[in-house]
Nanobody, 115 residues
């Protein structure tokens, strides 16, 4: 079993920045494809960014140029640097790990972008 713990969520004003972290334990972190998902109020959970085992990033259009996903395999940690935040970025951000047919989720961290 892999345990994922997110942190870094907060209340921030539009235009502000946050860095989310996801620390993994109980598995071989470097083998997992890692992703960040977001669930806004009354919305379905959707992927925001993904990073492959070799570090190749994928970001959805709405965050391209504002968010950066990265990973540090030595620290078993994935990051999401979020800049120029918008109210539409508000939601619970979840960390996800995938390996073959196995999928693991964290408990989420709340990001609120508001004046």
């Amino acid at each position: 079993q892999v345990q994922l713990v997110e942190s870094g969520g907060d209340l921030v004003q539009p235009g502000g920045s946050l860095r989310l972290s996801c620390v993994a334990s109980g598995g071989t972190f470097r083998l997992y494809t890692m992703s960040w998902y977001r669930q806004g109020p009354g919305e379905q959970r959707e992927m925001v960014a993904r990073i492959s085992r070799d570090g190749s990033p994928t970001l959805v259009d709405s965050v391209e140029g504002r968010f950066t996903i990265s990973r540090d395999n030595a620290k078993n940690t994935m990051y999401l640097q979020m800049n120029n935040l918008e109210p539409e970025d508000t939601g619970v951000y979840y960390c996800r790990a995938d390996l073959a047919i196995q999928t693991f989720w964290g408990q989420g961290t709340q990001v609120t972008v508001s004046l």
